[in-house]
């Protein structure tokens, strides 16, 4: 026993053993994960749960969870997964999904590209038409339980062609990481209908995912919204019912309640209230029908509109939305959203614009898939989806934005997509300056309601 301290004695004091342990204990830790030991070979338990904590990997759960347009509300699939046999207790989960895309687009006017999987900035898109081959984002996460009612996630994304960084997409303000999402998970729905979050994540505001295998619904680009927040729910039988009281200021997206006229985050004073009803027939169908509401969405400021600017007041806004599943073949979406007043910023008071009063702004999705094919290996399905962007009244350049997209998705063992897509858009009009009032004629907007432009995306998604 003292020739083993004095070992350790002289190994704390001397750098160059100390460094030559410490490789040692890394290339052990290295070699026990490649072979799947478990760590807790390297350390002395005392508890019996503790002898059976692993590091996991679970390929469609951590393609449920990262995927970006499909099912949103990640809580919940969190929840479920906690509630079941896919995420067990004591496991520590890491995923990685990386999207790769060729695509090809075309404008009837210069510079006006209105597909918004990326921004449609002239920064990036030149001319009348476009083409890139790319890495579209790319996502990092981890998960895990330290009991059977807690739960945490972290979600770290780079996403260059949707990055709100300024420049082109090789710009290094546009090629940052940032931790997307990160919450506290409190409860286990098989135990007790009741649970929480707290932390940065995606609000349950409707129904803002898509059935396309790639592109996001105008209704997400709309109405989807990010911010930091806390979050009670319950689910008994079929309802889903969910509170969140979201911080106030300028969030992430789509979610704006001043504080003292200023974007400052200092109060809870924004919140999402969302409630559903699913009916089941059998273990293959559903139809799912709710409502949302939230206080504050993105739509306050006055003219000229600048992302995440100061509202005099904040302006609500209220959804349905209904889902149907039949025969684990088929999926249909439908929502609508509309804010209860109207965008002041989308009235420009300057001749010969100031004829457009201003307006509410809404926003219709409706989608449907059909799986024609099923394997073992691979599910293949085919979709179609219309979603929109209303603005501007009858007339106004920023009238409106519609979307239109046809898609062809392999999925592969439930957590990788081989995709291919063709869209239309008509209108152009984006969130800054809408109405105008970045141009030397103050009367004048980049808006267009005659823009048009379509285009095709080929690419995948692999997920680990």
């Known amino acids: 026993m003292i020739a083993l301290i004095e ?15 410490q490789r040692v204990l890394l290339s052990a830790l290295n070699a026990a994960l490649l072979s799947g030991v478990p760590l807790h070979a390297f350390a002395q338990q005392s508890e019996k749960d503790d002898a059976d904590r692993t590091i996991a990997i679970n390929s469609a759960l951590n393609h449920d969870l990262l995927d970006h347009n499909y099912n949103l509300r990640k809580v919940d699939i969190l929840l479920d997964a906690r509630s079941s046999d896919r995420m067990d207790s004591g496991h520590l989960f890491f ?92 409860g286990n729905l098989s135990r007790f209908p009741l649970y929480g979050a707290l932390g940065k994540m995606d609000v349950n505001f409707g129904e803002t995912g898509s059935v396309s295998p790639f592109t996001n619904s105008t209704m997400w680009h709309a109405f989807g919204g990010l911010g930091y927040g806390a979050l009670a729910g319950m689910t008994i039988g079929g309802l889903n019912a969910s509170f969140t009281a979201v911080q106030g200021g300028a969030q992430f997206r789509s979610l704006n309640v001043p504080v003292d006229s200023t974007v400052v985050p200092s109060r809870l004073n924004n919140f999402v209230a969302d409630a559903n009803y699913t009916l089941t027939a059998g273990e293959s169908g559903s139809f799912k029908l709710g409502a949302s509401y939230v206080r504050g969405t993105s739509y306050c400021q006055g003219f000229p509109v600048v992302h995440f600017e100061p509202c005099d007041k904040s302006n609500p806004a209220a959804t349905a939305y209904a889902d149907l599943r039949a025969f684990d073949r088929i999926l249909v979406k439908a929502a609508y959203a509309r804010t209860r007043d109207v965008w002041p910023g989308t009235f420009n008071p300057n001749p010969p614009l100031n004829e457009f009063a201003a307006s509410n702004v809404s926003s219709l999705s409706l989608g449907a898939s059909i799986a024609v094919r099923e394997t073992d290996l691979v599910r293949l399905a085919i979709s179609g989806e219309f979603s929109n962007f209303v603005a501007g ?61 379509f285009g095709i995306v080929l690419g995948a998604q692999v997920t680990l």
């Open 393 to 453: 009244p009858e007339g106004a350049p920023w009238e409106r934005q519609d979307q239109w997209v046809a898609g062809l998705c392999a999925t592969l063992k439930s957590s990788s997509r081989l995709f291919l897509e063709a869209f239309r858009t008509t209108g152009y009009a984006p969130l800054n300056f809408v109405s105008g009032g970045n141009l030397p004629d103050p009367g004048a907007t980049h808006s267009d309601a005659g823009a048009r432009s």
């Open 95 to 186: 995923g990685a999904s990386l999207i790769g895309i060729m695509d090809f687009q075309r404008s009837n006017r210069n510079s006006k590209f209105s597909y918004l999987m990326r921004h449609p900035t002239p920064n990036n898109q030149i001319g009348k038409s476009a083409s890139e081959a790319v890495l579209h984002s790319a996502q990092l996460m981890v998960a895990g339980s330290v009991l059977d009612w807690l739960t945490v996630y972290s979600e770290v994304l780079y996403d260059p062609e949707q990055s709100f960084g300024a420049g082109t997409i090789t710009t290094l303000t546009r090629n940052q990481l940032q931790l997307r999402k990160g919450y506290l998970l409190l």
């Open 7 to 21: 070992f350790v004695f002289v190994l704390a004091l001397n750098p160059v053993l100390r460094r030559v342990a």
